[in-house]
């Protein structure tokens, strides 16, 4: 949560699963103390059947307000945020993949193909959690799949992969705004080209596994990308597109993310990994992608659905 500048205007949101009319009276219960400003008071973002989301504007000082964002998560399941109302909508938007922008772990569900789900997940998961060096723990994880047939690839992402729900929306209503939509992952090109696609994101960065025109040769093209290259990339785009970094929104869910997340005006965990979700400005736990857009104030009229 940033720090409540008394000289700044702020937005409290908060968006939970389903249909949820006292949502506005409990995020004004989080505000005593606080200057409700004149475009307040509570205004409802969303009632449909998926969620209802809904924010206030105020000044600080809110003595409980970051608190109490916690208990309200913890009690309502909602996913609440405390953003400055200043360059809210962003103009970037750069997500990581697997585990947010889609379901799976791709590199998780090819081992399943190799027979290896088991072994290559909890390689997966400890990474994920910060607790092995990224770089390594692909290299060990990737040598493992010598010998996978091409054609496994293919049918894994073809019978395995799926997209989160929202996250065509997000990237659609980003995009119809103007903002730049960039997929950086650690996985592979062979996934993020097609869920980029998929997805109407603009250009996509990943790792390149090497083959042999049949089969895996167990190794990835170097110079392996990943927290520090996720964070140069979002670093390039703010230079290419000569924004600011407070007009950007970077979401993931690992330790290979942190850096682009902290680094954001926005930095999103969704379904994250603790040490992603201490340290991310806000988080998604409860709801879908689309809270991204109710966070940045878009009305649920304002989304792009098709």
């Not at 409990?26 to 973002?45: F, K, S, V």
């Not at 950007?248 to 850096?259: E, K, M, Q, R, V």
């Not at 379904?271 to 709801?287: C, D, F, G, L, N």
């Amino acid at each position: 949560m940033p720090d409540l500048d008394l000289d700044q205007r702020f937005v409290l949101v908060g968006v939970m699963p389903g249909p949820a009319p006292d949502l506005p009276d409990a995020l004004l219960g989080l505000l005593d103390g606080a200057e409700i400003t004149p475009e307040g008071p509570p205004r409802l973002l969303g009632a449909g059947e998926a969620s209802t989301a809904a924010e206030i504007v105020f000044r600080p000082p809110s003595h409980t307000a970051a608190e109490a964002l916690h208990g309200l998560s913890a009690t309502f399941f909602a996913d609440t945020a405390i953003l400055p109302l200043a360059n809210r909508r962003k103009r970037l938007l750069i997500s990581d993949m697997d585990s947010t922008i889609i379901g799976e772990e791709c590199l998780d569900e090819l081992a399943d193909f190799a027979g290896l789900k088991t072994e290559i997940s909890a390689i997966t998961e400890r990474a994920m959690r910060g607790e092995l060096n990224f770089e390594e723990a692909l290299t060990t994880r990737v040598a493992m799949l010598k010998g996978l047939p091409l054609q496994a690839v293919k049918d894994c992402f073809e019978t395995r992969i799926h997209l989160n729900r929202g996250a065509t929306t997000l990237v659609a209503t980003m995009a119809a705004e103007g903002a730049r939509c960039l997929l950086v992952s650690g996985g592979f090109t062979a996934f993020t080209e097609q869920v980029a696609n998929a997805a109407g994101f603009h250009g996509h960065s990943a790792n390149t596994l090497i083959d042999d025109g049949a089969s895996l040769t167990g190794k990835v093209q170097l110079p392996i990308l990943g927290r520090a290259a996720k964070l140069d990339r979002l670093n390039q785009a703010v230079a290419d597109l000569n924004i600011e970094l407070r007009d950007t929104l970077a979401i993931g869910d690992g330790a290979n993310d942190l850096a682009m997340i902290e680094a954001a005006g926005l930095g999103l965990a969704y379904r994250a990994k603790p040490i992603v979700a201490e340290k991310a400005h806000a988080s998604i736990a409860y709801t879908d992608l689309t809270s991204a857009l109710f966070f940045q104030g878009y009305h649920e009229d304002e989304f792009v659905t098709s």
